[in-house]
């Protein structure tokens, strides 16, 4: 069974950074595409990131593209998600994921992910 569990969230002001990492076991992480999702209080959770098993093709959503960088370590079996230049409406929950099916690019859609972590916080104060 895949476990994922990320770190790195927190209370950051607007215009910081964070690093979040997602760490992956029980897996075949390296042949796995991975995404970072959020959820907001009070709205569903959107797509943020994704990035195929090779690192070659990566995501965005509109939202965060220039600001926030996707990553893989496949040797520490651990995804990142750097990201910049914060804003208010970036505070929400943000959820790491893994795609059981090996070698597929990264989906934008929640539903094509089989494995999901717990969750962490992050808060932009203004």
């Known amino acids: 069974q895949v476990q994922l569990v990320e770190s790195g969230g927190g209370l950051v002001q607007a215009g910081g950074s964070l690093r979040l990492s997602c760490a992956a076991s029980g897996g075949t992480f390296s042949r796995n595409a991975m995404g970072w999702f959020r959820q907001a209080a009070g709205k569903e959770r959107e797509f943020v990131a994704s990035?195929?098993?090779?690192?070659?093709?990566?995501n965005y959503a509109d939202s965060v593209k220039g600001r926030f960088t996707i990553s893989r370590d496949n040797a520490k079996n651990t995804v990142y998600l750097q990201m910049n230049s914060l804003k208010p409406e970036d505070t929400a929950v943000y959820y790491c994921?893994?795609?059981?099916?090996?070698?597929?690019?990264?989906?934008?859609?929640?539903?094509?992910?089989?494995?999901w972590g717990q969750g962490t916080q992050v808060t932009v104060s203004s």
């Open positions: 994921a893994a795609d059981r099916r090996t070698y597929y690019s990264g989906s934008t859609y929640s539903s094509e992910y089989d494995y």
């Open positions: 990035i195929n098993w090779s690192s070659d093709s990566t």
